[in-house]
């Protein structure tokens, strides 16, 4: 039986929500492996991404209308609050039962979503900052979740332009790399290549 998504998400958290924490103010403006975002548009959007989901956990309308949080105040704490409040609302019962969303999707698929960007963008903030954040380190289980899941998702996810169009790993590759080349980004991104691409 597949586990349920809280414990996911709460694993995914355990690496995320450092990361977001080890952020500095002057790393704001560096670029991320995430098409044009800076970090702080990043970090902003991963914020609202948490928001928003806790809502659909909750079988409520989410407002998807702005794509990132202002980083404002103490915003590192503020984000690992509500991704603590994430992974309690997905452990509500029924939160993985029926439908959700104004697309009426899976509950359990929609919350493989949000458990995806905790893990994607957790790697993108970390490559982005010299954080680490090992794709050897990642847990089994949530590849073993998102693997699947996001290979049914990655062609819509393109045409929406969520996703960019897929990245060639390297033969050899892990689940991990290959996971991110599915989303479109480069597993050896790294911010000096691209200040001198």
Not at 19 to 37: A, F, H, K, M, N
Not at 171 to 189: I, K, M, Q, S, Y
Request: net charge negative; glycine share 12%.
């Amino acid at each position: 039986m597949s586990e349920k998504i809280s414990d996911l998400l709460e694993r995914a958290a355990a690496r995320t929500v450092p990361v977001v924490r080890g952020i500095e103010d002057e790393q704001l403006s560096w670029p991320t492996p995430c098409g044009d975002y800076d970090v702080r548009t990043l970090a902003g959007h991963l914020y609202r991404v948490v928001v928003n989901f806790r809502e659909l956990a909750a079988k409520r309308d989410s407002d998807f209308s702005q794509q990132s949080m202002p980083l404002e105040g103490d915003w590192r704490t503020g984000f690992a609050e509500a991704t603590r409040r994430l992974v309690e609302a997905w452990a509500e019962p029924g939160a993985e039962e029926g439908t959700t969303g104004a697309r009426a999707m899976p509950a359990r698929t929609v919350g493989c979503m949000v458990l995806g960007d905790l893990v994607v963008h957790g790697w993108d903030l970390a490559r982005a900052t010299g954080l680490p954040y090992a794709p050897s380190g990642v847990d089994a289980t949530l590849l073993d979740e998102l693997g699947p899941q996001w290979a049914q998702l990655a062609p819509t996810g393109r045409k929406m332009g969520v996703f960019g169009p897929e990245f060639p790993v390297a033969p050899g590759a892990g689940r991990f790399e290959r996971l991110l080349g599915l989303t479109g980004r480069d597993p050896e991104w790294t911010r000096e290549a691209r200040a001198g691409a």
